[in-house]
Each structure stands twice: as structure tokens, then as C-alpha cells.
């Protein structure tokens, strides 16, 4: 039987993608739903994929959407796509941005749908409430980021004694604090290694993408942040490693291409055997070096916040993400990010610990409209 399964944000990078395994394996899936935000782009996966439903956020494509297909189930806003993630499948794909991407999850758990997961805010925000939920509901949470789909599929005995993150180091990663203090959006949405989405990418030049990633790596492998480290590896050939207690190291190595590792959780518990591309290692050279933590203090509070716990991670999310749209937008300078991120924790932080899924909401409503006030009495 061909496994079910549902993607929220197909239009995305992560969504298309997922879509280009799919096409390698039309005898394993069959796509029941789709949803994105407003991007025409799904009446094309539809008229491809014939879902049984789809849920967008916006009216006006969602009238589109059935005027052209009649007889299909359309969702319509933030509601719709809680719906769409509550239907039950085999395999809901979360690739949506921010943390719209966190209600969602819980719904999908309480269907009891397994997650192949490449939300980060998911953890980063509420991993506190959702990695419990998960337990408690039997549903399994799978790794979609190349990282951690390198550090699960690395994990083949106890006794760990760190994980240690590759990061490429972004579009910045050569540049000096000098440089980087005019340095443009423009600029930092020119990835040397991957081809994603901006607000992803300009979170891969601050390293506050690895910061999100070792919240993340907390949550998922239950991990001490302490046993997290962050090596620039320029190549993205290494994915992680997992050092054990006896000293040996287990990498998972590929070419990078997010197909892989998507392709890696939608098939689980199997092994694909399509390559989109294979590395030659033939006079290669493989480098790592140490994250400044000086040039990009995103990385440093990122830290903080994943030993604090509580609401600290929701709060420096919450800030990240109006910070990056403003500087999209041409609107901050790229030390603004963490100085605002900071003001924000200065300002909303005391130890709160997550007792309920709706603190987290009201928190991140509060701290973006605080971020918000700040860019504009600029």
C-alpha cells in the first residue's frame, strides 16, 4: 500500500522538494493533502497530485482553487490548516516557516500522525510541550534537516558523549566584524552551498540557524546543550557526527542536497535507492574550524536560551523573526538582530517556565509587536 501523506507548505523550498522524491517514487505515495500560504504555484500540484484536500491561507486563491477543482476539499486559513493536519495519514510533512508551524504539529500528534518534521520552531518554540506530546500519543517525530537527519542516522549505540553541528558558516563566513557591520541582505542571501528559502538563509549568515539547530538537536535527541558543538565545515559534505565515549566518531556524509535527507524520512523506516547526486571524495578536502561566537553573536544567544529553557527560546524566536524581515526589508543593520534580541530578553525574560501551549502564543504576539515598536521608533 502506497503510504499517505500530507505537506504543509508545499510550495516552499523543503515542499517542492519533497514533492521531486514523491516523483521518484509513485508506487510509495500517494499525496492526500497540500496546503501553503497564498502562492498559486499549488493549483499546479493539485492538477499533478489530485489530493483529497488543501488548505491555503488566502481567500482569494482559496475561491481560485475551487472554482477550478469543484469537487476537492479546500481549507481556508490558520484553522484550515490545523484541519489539514489533523486528518489522518501515514506521514505528515511539516515544512511551513515560523511558528505558525507549531499548532499545526500538535494537532498532527493528537491525530496521531507521524512528523516528518523540518519546521525548526516547532522545537525551538515549544519542544518543551511536543517532544511529551509525541511520547504520549506514539507518534514519531522525524528529522527533515540535513544535520539532523545526519545526527539520527548516526546514532547506533548509547553512551554518546557529544554531537558535534556542521554549519557551512553562511554567506558571511569570511567576512570581518568591520565588513559585516554595512553588511547587506542582499548579500546575505547569497548561500555559497544551499539553495533555500531567504529567511533561512539570512538565518544561516547570522548562525542563528545553528542556534535554532542546537535547540532543536536538544529537543529531539535529549541532549545537554554542553554536549552540542558548532564546527564551520565549508564543504557541506559532513551533515553532523556523533561522538561516542570511547572517542570514535560516526559522520554522515553526502552531497548537499536537502532532497536526501527528505527522501531519507519520507521513506522511513526503508532506504531509498535513488541518488539524486553522489560525492566523489577523489582529491577532495575536508575542513573544519571553530564558529566565532564574536563576529556572529546570534550563535552565542541562541545558547543561552536553549540552557535557560522556558519561554527564552519563544522570546528570541518571536525577535529573530520580525528582526529578519526588517532586514529584508533594508530597514536594520545586520548587528541590529542580536541587539534586539537581546532588548527583547532583557525586557520579557525572568525565568518563565512553558506550562501550556497557549502561553507560548501570547508570549510570541508580545515580543514581535515589542521588536516591532523598537524598528519603527528608529
Given amino acids: 500500500m502506497r503510504k499517505r501523506l500530507t505537506i504543509l507548505g508545499s510550495t516552499g523550498s523543503i515542499g517542492k522538494q519533497a514533492l521531486e522524491v514523491v516523483d521518484k517514487y509513485p508506487d510509495k505515495f500517494k499525496v492526500t493533502g497540500l496546503c501553503c500560504n497564498s502562492n498559486e504555484i499549488i493549483i499546479g500540484q493539485i492538477k499533478k497530485y489530485s489530493p483529497d484536500f488543501v488548505a491555503v491561507l488566502d481567500s482569494s486563491l482559496a475561491n481560485k482553487i475551487k472554482s477550478k477543482f469543484p469537487n476537492l476539499r479546500v481549507l481556508l486559513g490558520e484553522e484550515g490548516i490545523c484541519d489539514c493536519a489533523s486528518v489522518k495519514v501515514d506521514l505528515l510533512l511539516n515544512a511551513l516557516v515560523g511558528i505558525s508551524g507549531l499548532r499545526p504539529t500538535i494537532k498532527a500528534i493528537k491525530a496521531g500522525n507521524n512528523i516528518a518534521l523540518a519546521n525548526k520552531e516547532t522545537l525551538v518554540a515549544g519542544g518543551e510541550l511536543v517532544m511529551p506530546l509525541a511520547k504520549e500519543y506514539g507518534v514519531e517525530i522525524l528529522p527533515v534537516d540535513s544535520e539532523h537527519s545526519a545526527i539520527w542516522q548516526s546514532l547506533t549505540a548509547k553512551n554518546v558523549s557529544r554531537i558535534l553541528l556542521t554549519a557551512s558558516g553562511g554567506a558571511f563566513r569570511d567576512w570581518d566584524k568591520e565588513k559585516l557591520v554595512e553588511?547587506?541582505?542582499?548579500?546575505?542571501?547569497?548561500?555559497?552551498?544551499?539553495?533555500?528559502?531567504?529567511?533561512?538563509?539570512?538565518?544561516?549568515?547570522?548562525?542563528?540557524?545553528?542556534?535554532?539547530?542546537?535547540?532543536?538537536?536538544?529537543?529531539?535527541?535529549?541532549?545537554?546543550?554542553?554536549?552540542?558543538?558548532?564546527?564551520?565545515?565549508?564543504?557541506?559534505?559532513?551533515?553532523?557526527?556523533?561522538?561516542?565515549?570511547?572517542?570514535?566518531?560516526?559522520?554522515?556524509?553526502?552531497?548537499?542536497?536537502?532532497?536526501?535527507?527528505?527522501?531519507?524520512?519520507?521513506?522511513?523506516?526503508?532506504?531509498?535507492?535513488?541518488?539524486?547526486?553522489?560525492?566523489?571524495?577523489?582529491?577532495?578536502?575536508?575542513?573544519?574550524?571553530?564558529?566565532?561566537?564574536?563576529?556572529?553573536?546570534?550563535?552565542?544567544?541562541?545558547?543561552?536560551?536553549?540552557?535557560?529553557?522556558?519561554?527564552?527560546?519563544?522570546?528570541?524566536n518571536a525577535a529573530n523573526e520580525i528582526l529578519v524581515k526588517a532586514y529584508l526589508d533594508n530597514k536594520i543593520k545586520f548587528y541590529d538582530i542580536p541587539y534586539y534580541i537581546r532588548k527583547a530578553l532583557d525586557a520579557y525574560y525572568s525565568g518563565q517556565r512553558i506550562t501550556e501551549e497557549e502561553q507560548i502564543y501570547e508570549i510570541d504576539a508580545k515580543v514581535r509587536t515589542f521588536v516591532q515598536d523598537l524598528i519603527d521608533k528608529r
Fill in 183 to 316: 553588511a547587506k541582505a542582499c548579500d546575505a542571501l547569497k548561500h555559497p552551498n544551499w539553495d533555500m528559502g531567504t529567511k533561512v538563509t539570512v538565518d544561516s549568515a547570522t548562525l542563528m540557524n545553528k542556534g535554532l539547530e542546537i535547540i532543536e538537536a536538544m529537543h529531539l535527541f535529549n541532549v545537554d546543550v554542553d554536549d552540542i558543538n558548532v564546527l564551520v565545515h565549508r564543504q557541506s559534505v559532513v551533515h553532523s557526527m556523533v561522538e561516542y565515549a570511547d572517542g570514535s566518531v560516526i559522520a554522515q556524509m553526502s552531497y548537499p542536497d536537502m532532497r536526501l535527507p527528505i527522501q531519507i524520512a519520507l521513506l522511513y523506516p526503508e532506504r531509498g535507492d535513488f541518488a539524486f547526486e553522489k560525492y566523489d571524495f577523489i582529491g577532495k578536502t575536508l575542513t573544519f574550524e571553530e564558529a566565532d561566537e564574536q563576529r556572529f553573536p546570534c550563535l552565542a544567544i541562541a545558547k543561552y536560551c536553549a540552557k535557560e529553557k522556558g519561554v527564552a527560546p519563544v522570546i528570541m
